[in-house]
């Protein structure tokens, strides 16, 4: 599915608006199609800045991630960083009757 569908989704979602937008899909390479959508002509490329542009409007948005150790090793160090400074997932209780999980940066 091109990544503008997402976008028109997250946007969708924003206005609702919804608490929190969790993706659990993982999008790992770029779109390099090129397709028609409502009769608009789309490049991969457009489609996968519609996608981005769209989650950092909405702010509430959590992508999946698969990070290997080989990956990590040719990341920037700075991204690394910051991916440390996460603290452990640990279980919050909103209410009674669910249980959420939850991170919380490491100030």
Known sequence: MAA???????????????RAIVYDVLFTERDRRTFELAGERWTGEAS????????????NVILAADVTSDEL???D???VDRLKRVSRFRRTRPSRRRTAWCCRTAS
């Open 4 to 18: 503008v569908v997402h976008a028109y989704l997250v946007d969708f979602l924003r206005r609702g608006p919804a």
């Open 48 to 59: 996968d800045r519609a996608f981005a542009e769209s989650v950092a409007r909405a702010g």
């Open 73 to 75: 090793a040719q990341t």
């Open 77 to 79: 160090r700075t991204a």
